[in-house]
T-cell receptor, first 117, second 112 residues
Framework: DTAVSQTPKYLVTQMGNDKSIKCEQNLGHDTMYWYKQDSKKFLKIMFSYNNKELIINETVPNRFSPKSPDKAHLNLHINSLELGDSAVYFC????????????????FGEGSRLTVL | DAKTTQPTSMDCAEGRAANLPCNHSTISGNEYVYWYRQIHSQGPQYIIHGLKNNETNEMASLIITEDRKSSTLILPHATLRDTAVYYCIVRSRNNAGNMLTFGGGTRLMVKP
């Protein structure tokens, strides 16, 4: 019974295409995130989102946009894919978001490896 | 959030304790110390966190120095499955968006 699940696990596509990665969590958490892990293995936060606010890392190009149909889902849309977008993308969730009471414990999915040719 | 410094890599013999150090000399009073690990090809996994006092759970122990400028994660009996990259992260209680910033981490290799 996977807590945070991402699909697809692997995605190979051409430059210029538009693609989406889906994320779902069944933990009842109110905050979800997207992280990018590049070839050098550094994990970088892209977005933090709950039903009240979206916080965007200012270094993320606006070709990337998170979309949340409901509290349990946060999908990542990428327009006009570039070679440099090739990476592993991790979704995560936590309870509490920016409010008090959150423990800072994030639950991560298994990652989606995106390869742009 | 305060920056952390960790050794790039460490080895540990199977069955022995693995002691992973982390320096966070610029930590401020409301910042917690978190440890996560990432086993190859998997998502990061939460291990433990603390503010001032030492903490222990089923996975590990966290020892924080009295001045809070450094900490040590202890895996009491390392197994081959503990081979992973271990990340020490300092996060403010008021961290907007609860976003964790990961550094380079320590690559721990547990050897038979």
């Amino acid at each position: 019974d996977t807590a945070v699940s991402q699909t697809p696990k692997y995605l190979v596509t051409q430059m210029g295409n538009d693609k989406s990665i889906k994320c779902e969590q069944n933990l009842g958490h109110d905050t979800m995130y997207w992280y990018k892990q590049d070839s050098k293995k550094f994990l970088k936060i892209m977005f933090s989102y709950n039903n009240k606010e979206l916080i965007i890392n200012e270094t993320v190009p606006n070709r990337f946009s998170p979309k949340s149909p409901d509290k349990a889902h946060l999908n990542l849309h990428i327009n006009s894919l570039e070679l440099g977008d090739s990476a592993v993308y991790f979704c995560a969730s936590s309870q509490g978001g920016t409010s008090g009471g959150n423990t800072g414990e994030l639950f991560f999915g298994e990652g989606s490896r995106l390869t742009v040719l | 959030d305060a920056k952390t410094t960790q050794p790039t890599s460490m080895d540990c013999a199977e069955g022995r304790a693995a002691n992973l150090p982390c320096n966070h000399s610029t930590i401020s009073g409301n910042e917690y110390v978190y440890w996560y690990r990432q086993i190859h090809s998997q998502g990061p996994q939460y291990i433990i966190h603390g503010l001032k006092n030492n903490e222990t759970n089923e996975m590990a122990s966290l020892i924080i120095t009295e001045d809070r400028k450094s900490s040590t994660l202890i895996l009491p009996h390392a197994t081959l499955r503990d081979t992973a990259v271990y990340y020490c992260i300092v996060r403010s209680r008021n961290n907007a968006g609860n976003m964790l910033t990961f550094g380079g981490g320590t690559r721990l290799m547990v050897k038979p």
